[in-house]
């Protein structure tokens, strides 16, 4: 299907379906303003006597300042003031605990207050802030920031650290050891096909295409600020905390965010920063991280050694899963990359199970959430490993997994909320054309390259929150919709204006959605793909809330068509209140306000996953991936030329967004398993790989051609819609289908990524 023919679908279902928005792949509301320039993103929020502020960072891993001279920096043209240890007025620990509520609340990406004091981490920590009047002054003034060192020695790596190993319980709340049966016996049981072996993925930086930035202006002791950011609401909570003031006095902006991938998801020390150095010049600040310091100064994904064992007996039946990762994690922060927390938990069916993790502490910057974290290196090791299982029994990879196919989640004892995962392989399994392939490896051929067929599957929690909207119904007929969501770029103006429009019953065009500020309904972090499964229900409940005030001043108005009737009997639709039963009896919602002499019906809801219910069930969305190498055996690099997704994600909101979401995560995965690695100097701890020109991503001439589809059953449990989140799924299992496909075409099988021409050759 073209885009025009898409566009024609949504215009033409729009006219005579009540549901008409919902689903359509309707293009994205924003995407004028967007490529016409009006967008504002965060470092466009210009002020009068606006100043700049420019960082000065470590050049060391480990050690002290034994000195900062910023005299000839104090001299330099423009300079206003300079901040750091030495001089940095007190701030407060801002972290949310246990006991806040979770819309009220942040999480800083370190532990660690930024200028705290004179010990260095990592290389890349903040030690100093110029501020000056122009950004060129700031940047000249921040080179002759003289700043010496005690230094000592740091551990920078896995290996080097390894003898300090320990178990941490939980992350994020779940716990993070996980055992079932007895995991040792069953591998050393006489009989079975075992598999081990150690899958290593590299540092990789999350690099959105907007680097962050802030622009921060106080007015007496009320502070605003415009964050690159995933979390208004977090940025508000964090702000508030820090500087001790009353959550109400911090109003935080962010209409669009360019990208984050989960490095914007937490609050950060410039943030702070450049809310401190406003409130020491008095004066509007902007701080705009550079692309460089983005490898440093909002984290990335650690990198990750992974062993995986597996047993099984020789019909495929799995009797032993055991995925072991340990993980670097940073002196200031504790963040954990689960890696077999969701997918060798849950994905198959086995009765031994045993998935330690270990956390080792490096002198590296602290890393963060990047996108699918956990899943996305964690299917890569068992989603390689079940392939390795699958030649040496054998067995075609998607029966083995058929066999081992999970009918409830196991490592919780609950049932699936919704689960069409075998739909997923068999669809994809057709659309590829995956019965043609020949399983000998290097057994297929394009001319001279060699073609190799890989599969894997992908898989991503299911997550809601609290959340919250307003609308706002006028007599022009139109309706205004707020809530403090966040739209990464990837739609979420678009999905929420189209169920705003279907429970309003107006058309999209009468739908107005903003978000982006923390001053409208709160709204949870774009993290975890929770946004639309969360921000969806509220928005359409406030649409219910809405009808249902309608209802009663049409029912109770002796002159409305509607006169007597009860109000539950009443629906919104195509821009009218109706009679459920008998659609030609109703009347106008203009009308409607227009005669209530009121300026407009206003309603705002609040709503929370229904616990005693969701509860009962695992949450989870699936997907298989189906990827075609081809390789030149004379230089082995490795061109992806042609994919497959077929993913479930309950109801799909957009379908053309959806795919875009599923496209944008496989593309990362592709960078992820040909082309990305952050290199650290071994000397320095510094990222030396800190640009576009080393730090390699795709770009369209690495891939063919996509074939998405999103299946489209609702998830009974989630949520009224049932639609689950789909930022992050697509990212999932790409780097183990592709591995697959590169060990089919070759006969060679990279456990360590990226796969690059050295490893094949
Ligand atoms: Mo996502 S990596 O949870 O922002």
């Not at 004892?413 to 919704?418: F, G, I, L, N, T």
Request: hydrophobic share 40%; aromatic share 6%.
């Amino acid at each position: 299907m073209n885009a025009l023919d898409d566009f024609d679908d949504a215009a033409t279902s729009r006219k005579d379906n009540r549901n008409a928005a919902i689903g359509k792949p309707i293009d994205r509301v924003d995407g004028r303003r967007k490529i016409t320039g009006a967008a504002r993103y965060a470092a466009e929020f210009k002020h009068g006597r606006l100043t700049h502020a420019v960082l000065v960072q470590s050049t060391i891993a480990k050690g002290r300042i034994a000195s900062i001279d910023t005299a000839a920096a104090r001299r330099a043209p423009g300079v206003i003031t300079i901040l750091s240890h030495e001089n940095m007025p007190k701030l407060k620990k801002a972290q949310g605990g246990p006991k806040a509520k979770p819309l009220e609340t942040g999480k800083m990406g370190e532990d660690r207050l930024p200028f705290e004091d004179d010990v260095i981490h990592y290389a890349g920590q903040h030690v100093a802030l110029v501020v000056a009047d122009t950004l060129d002054h700031a940047r000249h003034a921040a080179s002759l920031v003289k700043v010496r060192y005690r230094e000592e020695k740091p551990l920078l790596t896995i290996e080097e650290a390894e003898s300090t190993a320990y178990l941490p319980k939980a992350s994020f709340g779940r716990p993070l050891q996980h055992q079932r049966g007895d995991v040792e016996a069953a591998l050393a049981a006489p009989g079975v096909v075992k598999i081990q072996q150690t899958y290593t993925t590299p540092v990789e930086t999350n690099n959105p295409m907007e680097p962050s930035a802030t622009v921060a202006v106080w007015d007496g002791d009320k502070l605003t600020v415009a964050d690159s950011t995933q979390a208004v609401m977090g940025t508000r909570a964090v702000l508030a905390q820090a500087f001790g003031i009353p959550r109400e006095d911090v109003h935080v902006l962010c209409p669009f965010t360019g990208g984050g991938f989960g490095c914007k998801g937490f609050q950060w020390g410039h943030t702070m920063l450049a809310a401190m150095a406003a409130k020491v010049t008095r004066r509007p600040v902007q701080l705009n991280l550079t692309r460089q310091q983005m490898f440093t100064s909002v984290g990335h994904r650690p990198p990750t050694r992974q062993m995986i064992a597996l047993a099984a007996r020789k019909d495929g039946k799995l009797t032993a899963l055991k995925h072991e990762t340990l993980q670097p994690t940073s002196f200031t922060t504790e963040f954990i990359e689960p890696c077999g927390l969701t997918t060798s938990k849950l994905l198959y069916s086995c009765e031994n199970v045993a998935i330690p993790h270990r956390l080792v502490k490096v002198n590296v910057a602290p890393p963060t959430p990047m996108r699918a974290p956990g899943d996305c290196p964690g299917s890569f090791a068992i989603e390689s490993a079940m392939d390795e299982l699958a030649y040496e029994l054998g067995i075609d990879p998607i029966e083995l997994r058929l066999r081992n196919y999970a009918e409830m989640d196991e490592g919780e004892k609950k049932p699936w909320s919704s689960k069409h995962l075998k739909e997923c392989y068999q669809r994809g399994a057709e659309m590829f054309g995956w019965s043609r392939r020949n399983p000998k490896p290097g057994s297929m051929r394009d001319g001279d390259l060699l073609v190799g067929w890989g599969m894997a599957t992908a898989l991503y929690p299911g997550n809601r929150r609290p959340a919250s909207a307003r609308a706002r119904l006028t007599p022009d007929g139109r309706a205004l919709v707020q809530a403090a969501t966040q739209d990464l770029g990837t739609g979420s103006y678009t999905v929420f204006t189209q169920v705003a429009a279907d429970a309003l019953g107006l058309p999209v065009e009468r739908v107005t959605f903003e978000l982006g500020d923390s001053e409208f309904p709160a709204a949870p972090t774009s993290g975890g793909s929770n946004s639309a499964a969360s921000v969806s229900e509220a928005v359409y409940q406030v649409g219910g809330a809405i009808r249902t005030k309608l209802a009663a001043i049409a029912t109770s108005d002796p002159e409305s068509p509607l006169a007597g009737q009860r109000a539950d009997q009443l629906t919104l639709s195509n821009g009218r209140l109706v009679l459920a039963s008998d659609p030609s009896r109703g009347m106008d919602i203009a009308d409607l306000v227009r005669r209530s002499r009121i300026p407009a019906i206003e309603a705002e809801v609040q709503v929370k996953p229904e616990d005693e219910k969701t509860k009962k069930y695992s949450i989870h969305s699936w997907g298989a991936q189906f990827c075609e190498v081809k390789i030149d055996p004379l230089l082995p690099r490795v061109q992806v030329s042609r994919w497959v997704s077929v993913i479930d994600v309950g109801r799909v909101l957009n379908t053309k967004l959806s795919r875009s979401q599923v496209m944008g995560g496989v593309t990362m995965g592709i960078g992820m398993a040909l082309m990305e690695h952050t290199v650290y100097d071994p000397r320095t701890g510094k990222p030396l790989t800190d640009n576009f020109a080393d730090y390699l991503i795709p770009v369209n001439a690495d891939f063919g051609s996509f074939d998405v589809e999103l299946l489209n059953h609702p998830d009974p449990v989630i949520n009224t819609l049932g639609c689950r989140g789909v930022g992050e799924i697509g990212i999932t299992g790409v780097a183990a289908a592709i591995a697959n496909a590169v060990y089919h075409a070759t006969g060679k099988r990279v456990r360590d990524l990226p796969i690059t021409i050295e490893k094949l050759i």
